[in-house]
């Protein structure tokens, strides 16, 4: 079955340093990718995603290519802000549109 | 942006008992919800698929006795914990997808979850 993999936080990051958030997935066919993030007492909101290989999803500065060769979906910032305080969701569609979440990266960026 | 409401926020029952979690699409129609239980630290479980007008569609290894999903409208879904014990203590979260967006549109709008804890 679909199965995602990403980095155990909790990641601590001083204001202005560059973040990575590694995914990687597991699948049968096409899927695409996706990055989720939750903000303290709030739902999941989509932060980017791509849906196919070699798409480059982006948003807010964030940015993440979707990686066939290596299944790899890993999420990067040149400089992160106070505010990008968060937790981190990698996920990946399957057959329906039945999201398959990974565990979740809490980030914690600190002026 | 698309908003999808859950209620009540938390809920604390004892065991036995029935908790009827509400899921809501403010501004925008879903034909199409989903229901997910997240234990700490642990990923989002999709536990079933609710379909408007139609019965739900669980996956393996839930309960559909147990977790009775209605999706009576298209801007309500609800999930019924019947007969609730401390193992069903968890995160609840409900996400909706808009039916202005075709099949294989995978952009899905979550609530902020219900906390569950069972006495």
């Known amino acids: 079955g679909n199965s995602v993999t990403q980095m155990e936080g909790p990641v601590t990051l001083s204001e202005e340093a560059f973040l990575t958030i590694n995914c990687t997935y597991t699948a049968t066919g096409y899927p695409s990718l996706f990055w989720y993030v939750q903000y303290p007492g709030e739902g999941l909101q989509l932060l980017l995603k791509a849906t196919k290989a070699d798409d480059k999803g982006s948003n807010k500065g964030f940015e993440a290519t979707y990686r066939k060769e290596t299944t790899s979906f890993h999420l990067e910032k040149g400089s992160v802000q106070v505010s990008d305080s968060a937790v981190y969701f990698c996920?990946?569609?399957?057959?329906?549109?039945?999201?398959?979440f990974g565990t979740g990266t809490r980030l914690q960026v600190t002026l | 942006g698309a908003v999808v409401s859950q209620h009540p926020s938390r809920v604390i029952c004892k065991s036995g008992t029935s908790v009827k979690i509400e899921c809501r699409s403010l501004?925008?129609?879903?034909?199409?919800m989903f229901w997910y239980r997240q234990f700490p630290k642990q990923s989002l479980m999709l536990m079933a698929t609710?379909?408007?007008?139609?019965?739900?569609?669980?996956e393996q290894g839930v309960e559909k006795d147990k977790f009775l999903i209605n999706h009576a409208s298209l801007t309500l879904s609800t999930l019924t914990v019947t007969s609730a014990h401390p193992e069903d203590s968890s995160f609840y979260i409900c996400?909706?997808?808009?039916?202005?967006?075709?099949?294989?549109?995978?952009?899905?709008?979550f609530g902020p979850g219900t906390r569950l804890t069972v006495l």
């Open positions: 996400s909706a997808r808009d039916i202005r967006t075709g099949p294989g549109t995978d952009t899905q709008y």
């Open positions: 996920a990946l569609t399957g057959t329906a549109s039945k999201l398959t």
């Open positions: 609710s379909n408007e007008g139609s019965k739900a569609t669980y």
């Open positions: 501004d925008f129609q879903a034909t199409t």
